[in-house]
């Protein structure tokens, strides 16, 4: 028991006087619509049958929803719905609803206080429409109401038109089993003719092939002797392009020779035929430590020739003390090209030369230049290893920059749009500088890697996708980043039903510092 004050005196209040609101009450269906335009009664019905009649665009009930007991619909109005209502008004916000359409839904659809339902494309069919609802104490109504809802098939649904074309198909057999056995008739006829015509050409034919068979014989022990030319003049030229191999790995760098100067790096080198067209190189020069990597013009023998032409080049060139930049070594490089390949920049010329990568990196102070020809420069420097004192103009390039968070930072330096060879413009390539920091990763690329055709729809792999492939684990040791691409680059290739050959000559130099 609680008193209250009033202006009356006192008010008591007694909790155990309460009483549960257990009202079963009555559900209605309010509403039916179809593409969202309600069913009203027809003005001239007279029936209280289930179809629909339909004026224009509109619909009517022969009688209201409420006591309508079936719907009979078209297989065309495929979007109709119910509203409904629960006759308890103490606190009607409070009603709870649930509804299912048997036939179709497996158990009640529970939507709480909203007071419709919504149905599009249902099959043709039989169903019932249920909806029950609660008081506002949550007491269910289980009985509810219901609705009968037929939906009729389409013309080719019916049985009718099943039929047609099941007689409409044993006609067919028919009637193609009569015209086959009068065919087969007359070409029996006219085999037989054509036996006795073929019996008399056979003979004469016979005493043909035996002179034939003599000539194939002796032409067939001339194509062998002429087979086993061909393979000792394969045996040769197979023979001369090994030896080109052995020639061009004994140029390239040795592996011995660059774990002396580099302690973390990896080199994925995979020519597409034997030789390859790409090259990568590796010197130092007093306190300079001088990496490369170029993508000659061709690939196998041609591509090889070109190769070995650059790298004796870029020895000779960086012998010399006067060159003093990485663009000054692009610029005497192209000149060496043109001289010795006597390129005069006509058009019926053959345009040889190369794509490349060049960088020098100062190993006192770790200062770096790069210049490109045609081909960038990714960096990937981590802000826990770099300086607390340097100072963000270091960074020549931030449009071309990508911040990724706490981790890194990647940078792309991008090369001038011109090869080491004759060209339209032959401008002093550009040169690059940043500063280097303990743990910074540098990757240099020739293009073989993301021209490569594969995948599901046998697409280029592209330069985003190889980027991609570098952010995601540039983490991992450099070993582990060499594992992955070359098993990303083979399932690319390879993982697929459409195995697709190597496109071109692959080169990728990554570096951490």
């Known amino acids: 028991m609680m008193y209250f004050g009033g202006i009356n005196g006192f008010n008591t209040f007694y909790p155990d006087s309460l009483i549960d609101n257990t009202f079963l009450p009555p559900v209605f269906i309010t509403k039916f619509q179809i593409f969202n335009k309600s069913v009203e009664v027809s003005p001239n019905s007279t029936t209280n049958n289930s179809e629909l009649l339909k004026n224009g665009d509109s619909y009517f009930l022969a009688q209201t929803i409420n006591f309508t007991k079936q719907i009979t619909l078209s297989y065309k109005e495929n979007m109709f719905s119910f509203e409904f209502s629960s006759l308890d008004y103490s606190r009607p916000e409070k009603n709870q609803?649930?509804?299912?359409?048997e036939g179709f839904d497996s158990d009640w659809n529970y939507i709480g206080s909203r007071r419709?339902?919504?149905?599009?494309?249902?099959?043709?069919?039989?169903y019932v429409f249920r909806i029950k609802a609660t008081n506002s104490d949550g007491v269910w109504n289980e009985n509810?109401?219901?609705?009968?809802?037929?939906?009729?098939p389409p013309w080719w649904k019916t049985w009718w038109f099943s039929a047609c074309c099941i007689v409409f198909i044993i006609l067919s057999i028919i009637l193609y089993i009569k015209w086959r056995e009068q065919n087969l008739r007359k070409e029996k006829e006219i085999l037989e003719n054509e036996v006795s015509f073929?019996?008399?050409?056979?003979?004469?034919?016979?005493?043909?092939?035996?002179?034939?068979?003599?000539?194939?014989?002796?032409?067939?022990?001339?194509?062998e002797v002429q087979n086993e030319l061909l393979e000792e003049k394969n045996r040769e030229v197979m023979d001369s392009i090994h030896y080109a191999l052995r020639i061009q790995e004994a140029v390239l760098p040795s592996k011995g020779f660059i774990d002396s100067i580099l302690k973390e790096y990896f080199i994925i080198f995979k020519p597409k035929d034997i030789v390859s067209g790409d090259f990568y190189f590796v010197a130092k020069r007093g306190k300079w430590l001088i990496i490369s990597v170029a993508d000659c013009t061709g690939h196998g023998v041609p591509g090889g020739f070109m190769s070995m032409l650059g790298i004796s080049y870029l020895n000779e060139i960086i012998a010399r003390e006067e060159v003093q930049t990485a663009s000054h070594v692009l610029d005497e490089l192209r000149i060496y090209i043109i001289k010795s390949l006597q390129q005069s920049g006509e058009e019926e010329e053959q345009q040889d030369g190369m794509d490349m990568v060049f960088i020098a990196i100062d190993t006192e102070t770790n200062n770096l230049q790069f210049a490109g020809a045609n081909n960038p420069l990714w960096i990937i420097k981590s802000p826990k290893s770099q300086d607390k004192n340097s100072k963000p103009q270091e960074i020549e390039t931030p449009s071309n920059s990508l911040d990724l968070g706490l981790e890194a930072l990647f940078l792309e330096l991008k090369g001038d749009k011109m090869p080491v060879a004759i060209h339209s413009k032959l401008n002093p390539f550009t040169n690059h500088e940043t500063r280097l920091n303990k743990g910074d990763l540098l990757y240099l690329c020739s293009d073989g890697?993301?021209?490569?055709?594969g995948g599901l729809k046998g697409k280029r792999f592209m330069s985003k996708n190889l980027k991609e492939l570098i952010l995601e684990n540039y983490n991992k040791s450099m070993a582990d980043q060499k594992a992955i691409l070359n098993k990303t680059l083979n399932n690319w290739q390879n993982g697929q039903s459409i195995k697709y050959e190597q496109t071109d000559d692959i080169t990728v130099f990554g570096i951490k510092i």
């Open 97 to 101: 609803y649930a509804y299912k359409m």
């Open 116 to 126: 419709f339902a919504l149905y599009t494309n249902l099959p043709s069919g039989t």
């Open 144 to 152: 509810g109401t219901s609705i009968k809802l037929v939906i009729t």
């Open 198 to 223: 073929r019996t008399i050409q056979l003979k004469s034919a016979n005493e043909e092939l035996n002179q034939q068979k003599e000539e194939i014989t002796a032409q067939r022990d001339e194509i």
């Open 449 to 453: 890697c993301k021209d490569q055709f």
